[in-house]
């Protein structure tokens, strides 16, 4: 039962610590013994101060000199000292941890670990973790590292867990077809490490228990899905060809096949759970199109859900005066929407077919007349609890159909084990006349020779530029969206330089991406924001300012943004500091394959990056990777075999607790 229990049922965890923790999500002892170490260092590793040479490295000293101040320019404080062993000593900033000032006694030995490297002409060892050498497992050297959380650092977790040490023996069994006993020591050593051996142990352990679950869950979603009843949607072709024919282009091959097996699926009395996945600029929108037109044929109602107002604007402009041709009705409900009300009548009378919109959509009272299909774009953007409220709004009883569209590729290897209960499609053949993109790797210090006449070349000929910066406000490295603007803009002074981020009220945003989609705006410097879906054909060069700083399924997205019209686009991934560009950058400037990239990945440095949104959204695995296919072949079959065995499932409860948040995420019931 321990592991039900809240958080403060264990020692030294009171009411305060509680509220932190449970803002971080952590609110059971479960959550808390499985909130695991995000890294390990290994302290015994220590190089003398006069040995060290650049990278990542650990070394072991006295703190001295420990002065802190603020940086003017940047809103930045800065804890700067120096650390010194037998052989020499080196300097240490940290930004923006203040706290270091009071977390160091001159007379006690401390190990740090973290990057030397040359700034300003100097050496420094920059933002180390810190670690009381008496806090270190003294035979191992090992010392797991984990997320801060509020006020809670790494050090206070290693402490409340060590409060906690004992109860790591009443942790139950969870799987059937693991030895007893396994589980609690794999938790056990993850936290208390004494090798490295018995860390990859617990590491094997819990992966294998995460994707047991998720599979399981995966097999009793499909046995789910396949009970309920969805309405049939006839296909007749005639009425589609004539569709396909007023196009402005020929479907591609992929295109036809995605659309003939989400038409197979409609026909069907079980509600259809497919996913569509295509590169960047695959034209999935399209065989979300068809897809809708065929429910509106026969009859029914059909909506189409988007990550966010720009985007279902787009579907909307996109979607709406295609369909229009055949009198089909599109309306497009957002949390800017005017007259919502008169719009909702029609919804609920059936006189609009397809609703176009975001959350908005599903958080109102919104209620259909007969809803027969739902699309979801970029599917891991949208929360559980969205997912099943749409359900509720088929007034018939009968299930929707649900087609969800997804740009993050997942390699073919891999699909069948973990989207078990998903049908996939995919589009793996890009529109024809389609230049590809240019893509260069520039150090900042080039930008001037090499970019800046690029910018000016490009305006010129009319087309649009986008510039990508990693935050909002500044930070210790990283030029911010603000001031990225402001430097653009003495520079240029006669081009049109407008920013755009995730903080801005929702109408501004909608503004700013409707100048830039109207041609209004040369330059758009911008946070992420953009990164999902938003097509502005007009626009054909990507500027990624700290390529080195994001992943390559998400750099890969960034660039997607671009080489959507008919001229050459260029991308360019600018890099601070002298070290060479990473493997990564290198691969994104050879190929513009999203699969090709994702196999690459997978094999350099598994599933970590590419699988970034997916982990987080859709899979949410936290510890098992998608590149661990003997794992993933092994808890596959293991979980066939429980399901075989056809046992009372309700008596494994902590398993099915387990395994219901799977549940929730990969069907909409
Ligand atoms: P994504 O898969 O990234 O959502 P979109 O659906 O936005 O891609 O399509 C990208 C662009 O390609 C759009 O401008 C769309 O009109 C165009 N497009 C889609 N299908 C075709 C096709 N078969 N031939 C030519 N252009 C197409
Ligand atoms: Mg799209």
Not at 24 to 39: C, E, H, M, Q, S
Not at 140 to 163: C, M, Q
Not at 212 to 238: D, H, Q, Y
Request: net charge positive; aromatic share 8%.
């Amino acid at each position: 039962m321990i592991l039900e229990g809240p958080v403060e049922s264990l020692k030294g965890i009171g009411p305060k610590t509680a509220e932190t923790l449970k803002k971080a999500g952590i609110k059971t002892v479960r959550d808390f013994f499985y909130n695991l170490p995000r890294d390990y260092e290994n302290f015994q590793a220590a190089t003398s101060i006069s040995d060290l040479r650049p990278g990542k490295v650990v070394v072991k000293g006295r703190i001295e000199k420990l002065t802190s101040r603020r940086a003017r320019k940047r809103n930045l404080s800065i804890v700067e000292g120096f650390i010194k062993d037998n052989s020499g000593s080196v300097k240490v900033v940290w930004f923006n941890q203040s706290y270091r000032m009071r977390q160091f006694a001159e007379d006690k030995e401390y190990v740090f670990s973290g990057l030397y490297e040359l700034k300003n002409g100097r050496f420094q060892i920059t933002s180390p973790s810190a670690a009381l050498l008496t806090d270190i497992d003294e035979k191992s050297g090992l010392t797991p590292i984990y997320v801060a959380h509020g006020g809670l650092k790494s050090g206070d977790f290693r402490r409340l867990l060590n409060d906690s040490r004992d109860r790591f023996a009443e942790i139950p069994d969870l799987l059937p077809s693991v030895k007893s006993g396994v589980r609690k020591e794999a938790l056990f050593s993850s936290h208390f490490p004494t090798s490295e051996k018995a860390i990859k142990a617990a590491h094997d352990y819990l992966a294998y228990e995460e994707l047991f679950e998720l599979i399981l869950a995966s097999k009793l979603n499909r046995r789910e899905n396949e009970k309920l009843k969805a309405t049939p949607v006839k296909f007749e072709a005639e009425k589609i060809r004539e569709f396909v024919s007023k196009l402005p282009f020929k479907l591609t091959n992929a295109q036809r096949r995605a659309a003939w097996e989400i038409f197979q699926d409609m026909e069907k009395n079980q509600p259809m759970n497919r996913l569509l996945q295509g590169d960047v600029g695959s034209g999935k929108t399209m065989v979300a199109a068809l897809s809708a037109f065929e429910a509106v044929n026969q009859g029914f109602q059909v909506a189409i859900l988007a990550p966010t107002a720009i985007l279902a604007l787009q579907h909307y402009e996109g979607i709406g005066p295609l369909l229009g041709l055949f009198g089909v009705k599109t309306a497009l409900l957002t949390g800017a929407t005017k007259q919502k009300l008169a719009l909702k009548k029609q919804i609920l009378s059936g006189e609009i077919n397809v609703v176009i919109g975001t959350h908005a959509l599903l958080t109102d009272d919104t209620e259909f007349n007969n809803l027969a299909l739902v699309i979801i774009d970029e599917q891991h953007r949208f929360g559980v609890q969205q997912r099943q409220k749409l359900a509720l709004k088929s007034p018939s009883g009968l299930a929707p159909h649900l087609l969800t569209m997804t740009a993050t590729p997942i390699p073919r290897s891999l699909q069948l084990t973990i989207f078990g209960d998903l049908d996939v499609s995919i589009l793996d053949e890009m529109p024809k006349g389609r230049q590809p993109i240019e893509t260069k790797i520039l150090r900042e210090i080039e930008i001037s020779d090499n970019l800046y006449p690029k910018i000016l070349k490009t305006v010129k000929e009319g087309q649009q530029i986008y510039w990508v910066c990693k935050a909002i406000e500044d930070k210790s490295d990283v030029t911010s969206v603000k001031s990225r603007t402001r430097k653009l803009q003495e520079l240029f002074p006669k081009l049109k330089i407008e920013f755009l981020h995730g903080k801005m009220k929702p109408l501004e945003k909608d503004e700013v991406m409707g100048r830039f989609s109207d041609g209004k705006i040369d330059i758009l410097v911008s946070t992420t924001v953009i990164e999902v879906g938003v097509d502005v054909p007009n626009a054909s060069l990507m500027i990624i300012e700290n390529a080195e700083g994001y992943g390559l399924a998400q750099l890969h997205q960034l660039r997607g943004r671009v080489g959507r019209g008919s001229v050459k686009s260029y991308c360019y991934l600018l890099t601070s500091g002298d070290s060479t560009p990473s493997k990564r950058l290198r691969e994104l400037e050879k190929s513009t394959d999203g699969f090709y990239l994702a196999e690459v990945d997978l094999k350099m440095r598994g599933p970590g990056e590419i699988y970034g949104a997916l982990q987080h959204g859709v899979l949410d695995l936290r510890i098992a990777s998608l590149s661990d296919t003997k794992l993933i072949a092994r808890a596959r079959k293991d979980a066939d075999e429980f399901l075989k065995l056809g046992e009372n499932m309700l008596k494994y409860k902590e398993l099915m607790d387990g395994i219901s948040k799977y549940q929730q995420i990969t069907t909409l019931n």
